[in-house]
């Protein structure tokens, strides 16, 4: 079952810096460094079991031996298994220091160590966090590595999903110092699980989670918005943030507990659970002003925008254009001044008789057409605007009547183009006017109005003898 929050989403004003210097570093680490060890494996089996010295063969029973294995379910699939055992090298070393004269025990190892060697090279031997190595280094190194290419998109996939919004809200030096800790968190949990497991641990999967404990921690018990994916069964839900934390500690604890023999560090992405939602929580206790609530709160205010949106479009379905124009008017008061919803508001003037919404319609009429860049989606209404309103002819700018005359040319909406046009060329007398009856002409022409196209270009030509 895959439940993953997807309550906000990525914004570049709020640029997720330390996150993608994080995910850059884990891509370059495991194309640039890690890309050798498949090579590196590889050649260390073949030497180890093709060795005319048959290292394997002869180690086998000793390996069996020194772990009381059985022999019949002991098969050769697990011969790595002997190559990276450090513990069981050391042994070997000690054991045939005793069995072997001094020229044959050198001139074993001098062949045997080469592959062990090779074997310690290995990104994951050599940088894995492994429980019983207490190498300092290995805490921070472990999270920086990967075991497959699908291991590394399947952990960055859940780290930026979640690490974008969390050090959004946290910030970015914040952010960093969380993700280490709870990768710490992550491998400690995993070394109590087993002390002497010579198994290393790579990834980032631990730190991730305690990212993802994080969004959930600064959200609290706000309802945000998760994905699910359950068999066949895939969609949305809302439900308060920090309800799932228990929900993700639970699920990875159990898989532990039943799912024997699995390479997935169940008990890592439990620790960095909790070690995630206990710096949350310190951060939220002792220093809550760190926290943006502006940005967790962004979200709602879009809500509640969509909200009173949805709420004047619903009264427009029903018939009740009073009360949706009063609602336009109190949304875009609290809001901003959306010019598609000038428009929506002129079109519920228009259907208003009254004197007063005849005023109100001229004044929106004047301020649409004097203002700002009008789209080519309310050209068509801002003809309509020019025939229902006939004092808006002294009221706009002749240069910005021209600009919409020429966009009503490009549009074919030539009627009102025409109308003002003709309405511009007894208030001007240059080459702006010109230009236009020659490009009004030019439109009629493509629309085989032979008439039309005469009576503009005469008149280009009259404006342009009078002495412009």
């Known amino acids: 079952m895959l439940i993953i929050p997807t309550e906000k989403r990525l914004d570049w004003n709020r640029a997720p810096i330390v996150l993608m210097a994080i995910v850059i570093l884990n891509i370059a680490v495991y194309f640039l460094y890690q890309s050798t060890d498949n090579f590196k494996i590889a050649e260390a089996f073949d030497e180890y079991t093709n060795s005319d010295q048959q290292f394997y063969v002869k180690e086998r029973e000793l390996y069996i031996d020194y772990y009381e294995l059985d022999a ?6 697990q011969a790595f298994d002997i190559l990276i055992d450090e513990e069981f090298y050391s042994h070997l070393k000690e054991s045939l220091n005793s069995e072997l004269d001094r020229w044959d025990y050198l001139e074993y190892f001098e062949q045997r160590d080469p592959i062990q060697d090779l074997i310690r090279s290995i990104s994951s031997m050599a940088y894995g966090y ?20 699908m ?8 780290l930026v999903l979640c690490g974008f919004a969390v050090e959004a809200a946290i910030g970015h030096v914040r952010f960093l110092i969380f993700y280490l800790v709870s990768g710490i968190g992550a491998v400690l949990a995993f070394a109590l699980a087993d002390l002497s497991s010579n198994i290393p641990l790579v990834g980032a999967s631990g730190a991730i989670s305690g990212v993802m404990a994080m969004y959930l921690g600064v959200f609290k018990l706000k309802k945000i918005e998760f994905f699910y994916w359950f068999y066949f069964f895939v969609g949305y839900f809302r439900a308060p943030a920090l309800m799932i934390l228990p929900f993700y500690i639970g699920k990875e604890v159990y898989q532990f507990l039943t799912m024997e023999g699995s390479n997935v560090a169940f008990m890592a992405h439990a620790g960095g659970f909790v070690t995630g939602a206990i710096l949350l929580a310190f951060l939220t206790v002792f220093f809550p002003k760190t926290i943006s609530e502006e940005y967790i709160k962004e979200d709602d205010i879009e809500s509640e925008r969509l909200e009173k949106l949805a709420d004047i479009y619903k009264r427009i379905e029903t018939y009740r254009f009073k009360e949706a124009l009063r609602l336009l008017k109190e949304y875009q008061t609290q809001y901003d001044e959306d010019e598609k919803l000038k428009y929506l508001a002129y079109h519920l003037l228009s259907i208003q008789q009254s004197d007063d919404a005849k005023v109100q ?50 549009l074919n909406d030539l009627k009102a183009a025409e109308a003002i046009t003709l309405h511009l060329s007894t208030h001007i007398k240059d080459d702006s006017i010109i230009s236009l009856l020659q490009k009004l002409a030019k439109q009629y022409a493509e629309q085989s109005n032979q008439a039309k196209r005469i009576k503009y270009l005469k008149l280009a030509q009259s404006i342009s003898a009078s002495g412009v």
């Open 151 to 158: 291991h590394l998109l399947g952990n960055l996939f859940f």
């Open 130 to 149: 492994i429980p019983n190595n207490y190498e300092f280094i290995r805490l921070f190194t472990h999270m920086f590595m990967h075991g497959d290419v």
């Open 72 to 77: 019949n379910e002991f098969n050769d699939d």
């Open 361 to 410: 319609k001229l004044k929106l009429a004047t301020r649409l057409l004097s203002v700002g860049k009008i789209e080519k989606t309310n050209l068509s209404i801002v003809a309509r605007m020019w025939f229902e309103n006939p004092d808006l002819k002294e009221s706009i700018d002749n240069d910005r009547l021209r600009r919409i005359a020429w966009s009503l040319c490009d």
